[in-house]
Structure formats: structure tokens, C-alpha cells
């Protein structure tokens, strides 16, 4: 039976707390581009970790299995 590879660039983005739900960053691609308009507070959320949504876990778990 083969192994299945872990997808690198998924792996680099997400860890695992210590009840084995994922975390991951907010996408903060659009906070870099037109700021100005952006207030403070919606900059700031970008920068939180947040965990990864129940509907999407399954997906996640198939791309990184030994994570």
C-alpha cells in the first residue's frame, strides 16, 4: 500500500492544537493592496488565527494525512 504525500504548501500553512482541530492565519492578501480606505480594525483581523471551519477540515486532513 503507498503512502500519501502531504501537499507542502497546505502543510506550511496550517498546524494542529492539542485537540487536533486546525488552525490557520486569515487570508491577509487583501490587506496589503489599497489601504488607505481599510480601517485599522479590519487590518488588524487579518493578523488572527482563527480555526478551520468544520465543512473544510475533512478536505484539509485528505491533503496533509500526517499532519
Known amino acids: 500500500m503507498p503512502k500519501i504525500r ?5 502543510a ?6 492539542g485537540t487536533g482541530k486546525m488552525k490557520r492565519m486569515r487570508q491577509f492578501s487583501g490587506c496589503h ?3 488607505e480606505k ?4 479590519r487590518t488588524r483581523k ?3 488565527i482563527v480555526l478551520v471551519d468544520p465543512t473544510d477540515a475533512k478536505r ?3 491533503l496533509v494525512p500526517y499532519l
Do not use: G, L
Open 6 to 10: 502531504t501537499r507542502k504548501s497546505v
Open 12 to 17: 506550511k500553512r496550517i498546524r494542529v492544537t
Open 33 to 35: 493592496h489599497i489601504r
Open 38 to 41: 481599510k480601517s485599522p480594525d
Open 46 to 48: 487579518f493578523r488572527q
Open 60 to 62: 484539509m486532513q485528505a
